[in-house]
C-alpha cells in the first residue's frame, strides 16, 4: 500500500458501506514541510552534532534545537508540541551531551508505564553506540543504559544499581526501590544526577498525579542531601498549560516550548465521524476488518477492557484464524505486549482493538487508520488517538463512531463544538489530606527519622503544613506511625491491589480490585485475547482468581448498586426546593446479581446477591443536589412513575454529559449515584472515582445550570419515540426498571427554573484545608469519652467500639 493511498482507500470503504451516515466530514489536514535550525548553531558536543550530520543533514526541527538549548543552559523545560514531533531526542541528546561531558554523570529518565521504558531502552542503545564518545563507555559498562522496573530479574538488579547512569523506570518503582533505599543503594546515582526527563507528562492527572507530585518533591529533597540540582525537562503533546502543569508537578519553575513553535513534518490527515446501519461495536469491527482487508493497518480504540475482548470474540471464525488481529489492554503480560507491538510494526497484525492503554507514544510503526468506537470525552485522549496515524509524513486517517449514550449523541449532533475544545485543564490535589500524611512519613523516613534535614522548599508548603501541626500536638494520624510507610501508598489508586487471573497453573493476566466486581466476580465469564472463562473463585487471601476455559458465546453482566454515606459538607448553596453542595462522601458499591446471556441477549442464567464478592468502598468528594421534599410536593402529582425512577434517569443524563463541562476524564475518573439520605430526601451525586478525591467533580457546583440545561436539551430533541427513551438519552442498559423522559424533563425543567429564577443563601462550611485536619483530632469516646484517633476502631481506654458516623459526624 502506497503512504499516498490512505485516504484515497479509507473513503472508498466508507463510500462503498450500505446506509452510511456521515455526520461529520472536515477538510483534511494538509500537514505541513519542517521548518530546520542547522546544527551549526547547536550547543550541543561535537561527537553527537557529527552523529546527527549523518541522519539529519537539514538539522533539527526549530523546537528541537530550542528545547535542547535551553535544557544545555540549565532550565527547566517542557515541550508541548504536536504527536510524532521527535520530542524523544529534546531529551536523549542533552543526556547523552551531558555523559560525553561529564563521564560520571547520572541522568533520570522517568515514564507513565513500563512499556514505553521498554520501548525506548533499545533505542537509547543503539543511538549511544553509534556516538563515538559513548560507543566505548558503552562497552566498557553494557548496563551505563539501563532499565529498572518491576519486570527487571532480582538477581540482575544489584549490578544495575552499581553501574547505571542513564536509568529508565516509572513512579512506582523510583517510589518503592529507590528513594526508600537511598542510602544503601543509591547515593553515587543521586550525588550525581544531572538530568531528570518526564515523558508523557499529560498522564501525570488525579490522584496518580497527585502521587507523583509529591513522589517528584521528595526526589529533589534527597537530590539537595546529595548536594545535585538536576534540570527537568518534560514532554507532552497534549498537555493543557504546560507549563503550570509542571511547576505545580515538580515545584520548580518551567520554561515552555509550545505548539507554535512546532517546525515539525507532518503528513496528510483525514477525519470523519459516521453513523453506521447497526449497534456502533458491531459497525466498529466490521469496517476496522474492511479496512484492514484493504491492505491497510487499523488502531480501533474501544470504551472498555470488555468491549475491547468482545470485539475479538464475536468475529466469526471459518476455515482459519484471523491471526492478524488481536486485543491490547492492561492486564496482559509483557510478552503479549511486546507480540502485538512488533506485529503492528512488522504489519503481520494488521487490526488492534485496543483500550486507551496505545494513546501513548509507544512505537507500534506506521499506522494508517485510527478507529474510534465511542468517542473520546477528552481532547488529550481525542488528539492523542488521532495522532496515531499519519506519522512520520504519512498520509492518515481517523473515523469517529458515536456511541449509544447521551454525551456521544450531544457531540453526534454538536461535532464541530468537540473538535474546537481545547486540552482540558489537568487535575492535581496537593492538599489531599491523606496522601499528604502518607508521603510526609516517608520523606522523614527517607531523611533517617531527624526532622531537622527535612527540605521544605524541596517538599512545599503543604507538607511543611503537616510538619507544623504534628509538631504542636495538633495532628496525631496513624500514617506518622508506620515502619513501612512507602508500602502503604497506593501510587495509581486505592484497593487491594491486583489479583493474578489463574488458568491451573498457567497466569493469563492480572486484574485490580475495581476492575475485579465489574469482571471476575464468580461464576462470570472474563475474556482474554479472544479466550472465554469462568471464573470458578476468587480467593482475596491470595489475591488469586481461578478460571476455567470454557467455549461460549455468552456473556455475563453484573448487578453493581451503590450506597452514599454524607461525611461532610464543604460548601454549600440552599435555595427554596433544593441545595446543591459539595461533600465529602463514602460510596460503597456492591454486587447486586449476575446475569448470563446468550448471543441474541436471551437470560440463560443469574445468580441472586453478593457471589461473596467483598464491597468495594470509596471515601471521595463530590457534588451533591438535595432535592428538599417541598420539590417533590409540587413535582410528584405530575409525575408518571415514582421519584426515585425519575431522579436516576436525571442522574444517568447529568452523568453522561459531565464531561462538557469538566476537564479530562473518562468512565474510570468520575461516577454518580442516587440515594435518600437519613433525613429522608433524594439526591443526585457526582463524584471523584478516586481515593479521597481529587477536586475533578467539584466543577459541578459551579456549573451546575449549565449541566442541566445540557442535559434537558439532550432529553428533548432526542428523536426516540417512546416515553421510556433509548440509550442515547435516559434508557440505562443496567437498569431492569423503565425509565420516562417526560418525568426526567419534568425534574431538570423545575430544577432550571429554581436556579434560574432564585439567589441562593451560600454559606462556606470549611474553605481552608488545614482547618479539617485539624477538626479531626478533637473526637471523643461516646462512653468515657476519652480521645479517640480517626482512624482507630476500638477506644484506646474502654474498648468501647468506634461507629463510623460518630466520628464522620464530629470531623
Known sequence: MSQRDVIATTASVLSGTPDLNVIFDPAADNGRDGQFQPLSDSSLCFSIRNYLSDRFPQGLFTHQHDAIENVLAGKNSVVATRTSSGKSLIFSLPAFHTLCEEPDSTVLFLYPQKALANDQLLKLREMAAAIPCLSQAQADNPLLISRYDGSVDSLA?????????????????????VLQYHENHWARFFRNLKLVVIDECHEYRGIFGTNVALILHRLRQICQLYGSNPTFVATSATVSEPQAHMEKL????????????????????KMWMVNGPEHYY????????????????????????VSAERMLSRIPRKDEELD?????????????????????????????????????????GEIDVVVCIGLPHSMMSLWQRVGRSARGGREGTAIFIPADSPIDTYYANNPSELFAKDHEPLVLNLTNQRLLCQHYACALQEVGGREERLKFDALGSEIETIHRLRSEGKLDRDEFYRSEPHMEISIRGAGEGSYKLMEGDECVGEIDSFHLLRESCRNAIYRHGGRAFRVKDVIRGRKVVNLRVERTF????????????????LQAADYSLVRLATVKIRATEFLAGLTERDRGGRVVNSWGGNQAMPPHQLPTEGTMLLLRREFW????????????????????????????????????????????LPTGELAVFLYDAVYDGVGLTLVAYEQMTELLQKALERVSTCDCEEDCGCFSCVANPNKERPASKHDARLILETLLQVFETESPREQIVTSDWTATLEQIVSIACSTCQASVKPTDRFCPNCGTKIAAGMLEATA
Open 250 to 269: 515538580t515545584g520548580v519553575p518551567f520554561e515552555c516550548v509550545e505548539s507554535s513553535r512546532d517546525g515539525s513534518r507532518q503528513g496528510v490527515r
Open 282 to 305: 458491531d459497525f466498529g469491527r466490521k469496517l476496522a476488518l474492511q479496512l484492514a482487508d484493504k491492505g491497510l493497518t487499523v488502531l480501533a480504540f474501544c470504551p472498555s477492557r
Open 633 to 676: 410536593t409540587e413535582v410528584l402529582p405530575q409525575l408518571q412513575g415514582n421519584e426515585a425512577q425519575a431522579l436516576e434517569a436525571c442522574e444517568r443524563l447529568l452523568y453522561g454529559l459531565f464531561p462538557t463541562i469538566s476537564g479530562p476524564c473518562d468512565t474510570q475518573d468520575f461516577s454518580s449515584a442516587v440515594d435518600r
Open 157 to 177: 538488579r544489584p549490578q544495575i544499581r552499581e553501574h547505571v547512569q542513564l536509568m529508565l523506570t516509572n513512579p512506582d518503582m523510583l517510589h518503592f526501590s
Open 554 to 569: 455468552n456473556e455475563t453482566t453484573p448487578f453493581i448498586q451503590k450506597k452514599i454515606q454524607l461525611r461532610q459538607t
Open 324 to 364: 492478524y488481529v488481536r486485543v491490547y489492554r492492561s492486564g496482559l503480560s509483557s510478552t503479549e505486549r511486546s507480540s502485538i507491538e512488533c506485529g503492528l510494526r512488522d504489519r503481520t497484525v494488521r487490526v488492534v482493538f485496543s483500550t486507551s492503554a496505545l494513546e501513548l507514544g509507544i512505537d507500534i
